[in-house]
């Protein structure tokens, strides 16, 4: 959805305080674009939300923790923004009169104000892979209903969009998802049993949140890709392949039944894809930082090693099974890699947790169904339930330490 001629764009900012959310306003500041910004939402950054307030002047700003409501009313005083808090009210500022919404809340929690602004027929520029693979093609369905469109944001899905012929789909032969390998990406399994937070967090290319870059480390990252890109550009996981690059150079490649494969390239810097999404189909022009190719050197690609990174298989897996697999292998996901922020449990536990819990689940006969009733309540009720397994599971490996 586009502004009227010669009014600004209006936006919302979902999980503006994160990193893509301080980049996407970066990237605003840097190319100058005019636009009306209706609301702005953190998680708990109440000094870092007010302080994007001020500057941004939305009609909202949210904050989810409820706690930080007083201090949020405190520092927006006088300045005629008003200020909420809680989930609902991410959801509501999430589903009012925006023409674009910056989706970058991190994990499930992203999901109901995603499909709220795809609901209101916005422009959803989608960072928050999470929400994609918990609410399936469904979320992709819901913006197109609403006369709206989801763009990827994510740098390997915003590469392939940029050169994927969605006329010659049936002549798509392999989407070839690239991945920086990283932090970890030339450790042994009996180094990574050792691996700390602080040097999983440590990614090589680029500063992201905790937990994406937890997931880079374990390639779990690289797992929720597939099932963005499988449901993104209706691939099935057969035509979906990783490969470890490790300069992030090219971002992706779409390979084509005549033997041509495109790729796209660029600086790994996530305001280049944000930029895509806001003017799409257009280009915007702003101070990019531009490729020199001489200087940074070789490209090297690697084959994925699947048995130190048993996170991919787990994801092609989910993919494979459908139904609720996806989500509760998110919801596990999530589960083990706070706990493994928190030094509950060690790092190979994360896969380790996601793969038990999607057998008992399995076992029991959980993993079935899904695709009837509303779907964010079937979503809450899979990432509900694994959830429940994950922690017991957590719990145990914790005490086993
Ligand atoms: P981040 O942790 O830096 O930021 C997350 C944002 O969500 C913050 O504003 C935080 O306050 C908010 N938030 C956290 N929990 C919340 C909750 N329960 N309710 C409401 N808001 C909440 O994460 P990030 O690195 O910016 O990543 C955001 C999303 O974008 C993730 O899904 C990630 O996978 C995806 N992504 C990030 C990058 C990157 O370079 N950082 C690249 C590609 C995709
Ligand atoms: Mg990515």
């Not at 928050?128 to 913006?143: D, H, M, Q, Y």
């Not at 899979?382 to 922690?391: G, H, K, N, Q």
């Amino acid at each position: 959805m586009n502004a009227p001629a010669g009014l600004p764009r209006k936006v919302t900012i979902l999980g503006a305080t994160g990193s893509v959310g301080v980049s996407t306003l970066d990237l605003f500041e840097q190319a100058q674009v005019e636009v009306e910004v209706v609301g702005l939402t953190g998680g708990r950054n109440v000094a870092r939300l007010a302080e994007q307030a001020l500057k941004w002047r939305p009609a909202q700003a949210v904050i989810e923790d409820e706690q930080g409501l007083p201090e949020l009313r405190d520092r927006l005083r006088g300045s005629g923004i008003e200020a909420a808090a809680g989930a609902s009210a991410i959801a509501d500022v999430a589903a009012a009169d925006a023409q674009w919404v910056m989706s970058a809340i991190v994990g499930f929690a992203g999901l109901a104000p995603t499909l709220a602004a795809a609901r209101s027929g916005a422009i959803v520029a989608l960072a928050n892979k999470e929400s994609l693979v918990c609410g399936g093609p469904g979320l992709l369905r819901t913006a197109k209903l609403a006369g709206g469109l989801v763009i990827p944001v994510d740098s390997e899905h915003s590469a392939i969009f940029q050169v994927f012929d969605s006329r010659a789909t049936a002549q798509v032969s392999r989407v070839i998802l690239t991945s920086s390998g990283g932090p970890f990406r030339t450790w042994t399994k009996a180094q990574m049993t050792h691996a700390t937070p602080e040097q999983a967090v440590a990614h090589p290319n680029f500063s992201m949140g905790a937990k994406i870059s937890v997931d880079s480390a374990s390639m779990m990252n690289k797992g929720l890709e597939i099932i963005e890109a499988a449901y993104l550009f209706a691939m099935p996981p057969e035509r979906l392949d990783v490969l470890i690059h490790h300069q992030q150079i090219i971002h992706s490649m779409v390979e084509y039944a005549d033997g041509s494969t495109l790729a796209q390239l660029g600086p790994p810097d996530m305001r280049a894809p944000i930029a895509c999404a806001f003017a799409w189909p257009d280009r915007l022009p702003w101070p990019a930082p531009k490729l020199d190719l001489v200087a940074s050197g070789p490209l090297t690609f690697e084959a994925p090693d699947l048995t130190r990174f048993p996170a991919l298989s787990l994801a092609k897996a989910a993919l494979s099974a459908g139904g609720a697999a996806p989500g509760a292998l998110n919801a596990a996901n999530e589960v083990a890699v706070a706990a493994f922020l928190d030094r509950k449990i060690g790092f190979l536990d994360i896969a380790a947790t996601v793969s038990e819990t999607l057998e008992r689940m399995e076992r029991d006969g959980d993993l079935v169904g899904g695709a009837n009733g509303d779907a964010l309540e079937t979503a809450r009720e899979t990432d509900a339930a694994a959830r429940r397994i994950a922690s017991a599971v957590t719990a145990s490996l914790s005490s086993a330490r």
